[in-house]
T-cell receptor, first 115, second 114 residues
């Protein structure tokens, strides 16, 4: 499978715990995006990387959230001190910088449930 | 006003009919437009992209774009039960730091009944 890979697919945690999600993009894609989707809503942009540099963060990304992309390969999204409002599907997508006009291809997503 | 707004659903059509999904957007600088299909519990899947005014056809799907009216639509011909899903409209201001940063509508649930 050469698509975007995310892990874990499902995570159930108790409020206050830390969680980490991993995303492996399509190998030749240098841009990687994180989105969050809550029930009944469309995905919302969180942050993106070009290679290893994090170039933009949404105001939705509070200081409890941190994302990294060491060496410009896989990325991690960590949520500290989880709250029930963090329950959502966390989506990763990757894209090449040039060529197509912004077509994003999403991974399967990581669904977080905070009890 | 929401940045991207889709017609409220759910939309129910009989098998074989044409399903029409509509979307309006507020940012006149938007350059790229996308339709994603999302089955329950799954991630969004890109089904159509359109960049210039007019129609773009791909199989049973036709995307229509009117930048003057800030309107984009998706027509599904010969609708099948397997088309039952949530359809998400997304727009993107092409280039620069916004490349790949999409703004999504809330989605329209489509049900195709036999």
């Amino acid at each position: 499978d050469t698509g975007v890979s995310q892990d874990p697919r499902h995570k159930i945690t108790k409020r206050g715990q830390n969680v980490t999600f991993r995303c492996d993009p399509i190998s030749e894609h240098n841009r990687l995006y994180w989105y969050r989707q809550t029930l009944g809503q469309g995905p919302e942009f969180l942050t993106y990387f070009q290679n290893e540099a994090q170039l933009e963060k949404s105001r939705l990304l509070s200081d409890r959230f941190s994302a990294e992309r060491p060496k410009g390969s896989f990325s991690t999204l960590e949520i500290q001190r989880t709250e029930q409002g963090d329950s959502a599907m966390y989506l990763c997508a990757s894209i090449t910088e040039v060529g197509r006009g912004g077509e994003l291809f999403f991974g399967e997503g990581s669904r977080l449930t905070v009890l | 006003q929401k940045e991207v707004e889709q017609n409220s659903g759910p939309l129910s059509v009989p098998e074989g009919a044409i399903a029409s999904l509509n979307c309006t957007y507020s940012d006149r600088g938007s350059q790229s437009f996308f339709w994603y299909r999302q089955y329950s519990g799954k991630s969004p899947e890109l089904i159509m992209s359109i960049y210039s005014n007019g129609d773009k056809e791909d199989g049973r799907f036709t995307a229509q774009l009117n930048k003057a009216s800030q309107y984009v639509s998706l027509l599904i011909r010969d609708s099948q039960p397997s088309d039952s899903a949530t359809y998400l409209c997304a727009v993107n201001r092409y280039g620069g730091t916004s490349y790949g940063k999409l703004t999504f509508g809330q989605g329209t649930i489509l049900t195709v009944h036999p």
